[in-house]
Structures are given as C-alpha cells and as structure tokens.
Nanobody, 126 residues
Framework: VQLQASGGGLVQAGESLRLSCVASLRTLTSNTMGWFRQAPGKEREFVAAINWGSGDTFYSDSVEGRFTISRTSAKNTAYLQMNSLKPEDTAAYYC????????????????????WGQGTQVTVSS
C-alpha cells in the first residue's frame, strides 16, 4: 500500500482545514489508519485513528472535539477535518496504516504503523 497525504496549508487561529490521505495498491479492510503530527524539535505525536472496517475512531486529548477522522471506503481515502485550529496545532501531519487487522484495539504508537505517507504541513497563525 502507498499513501498520499494532502490538504495542508496556512490558516489563522480558529479556522479549519481538511486533510486527505489516499491509499493505493491495496484495498483497506479492517486495518487502522492513523494521523500523526510532528512539530520542529518534537517527537511524532498521535492525533487520531480510524478502524477501516468498523469505522471506530479514537482521538488524542489535545484534538478531541475539534478534529474528526473519517473514511470513504469506496475511494480508499481517509480524512481529517480540523476545526478551531490553534497555533499549537502547527506541525507536519502524516497519515499511516497499520497492516495488522484489529477488531477492538486501536494502535496509538508510531512504531505500530507499517506504511507512512509523506507529510503535509499545517501552519496556524495567531
């Protein structure tokens, strides 16, 4: 599977962005797709994840209530809708897929994900 992320940009605090991640070469079934972010000088941080089969979602505390992860199975595409953006959300955002199928477990550690897309930069000005 290959992943292609897009949708980043420069916005002001309080505005919204929607990131997309298209998976190609393999149809996702019960895999987990996650979004991570990494700011300069900081470690990669879990943001959100979705189980492709069940649609179950999981969020980090820092984005819960502001970000929504979703997927369109027919397009093999996941989205990260980011509302009420804050300057501290500024980072490179990466989508990733855990190729191991899970029914109830949601991986939140970067090492649990097998395939990564390139980053898309999100910059939020104050």
């Amino acid at each position: 599977v290959q992943l292609q992320a897009s949708g980043g940009g420069l916005v002001q605090a309080g505005e919204s962005l929607r990131l997309s991640c298209v998976a190609s070469l393999r149809t996702l079934t019960s895999n987990t797709m996650g979004w991570f972010r990494q700011a300069p000088g900081k470690e990669r941080e879990f943001v959100a994840a979705i189980n492709w089969g069940s649609g179950d979602t999981f969020y980090s505390d820092s984005v819960e209530g502001r970000f929504t992860i979703s997927r369109t199975s027919a397009k093999n595409t996941a989205y990260l809708q980011m509302n009420s953006l804050k300057p501290e959300d500024t980072a490179a955002y990466y989508c990733a897929v855990d190729l191991t199928s899970h029914s109830a477990y949601v991986p939140v550690n970067a090492y649990e994900y097998d395939v990564w897309g390139q980053g898309t930069q999100v910059t939020v000005s104050s």
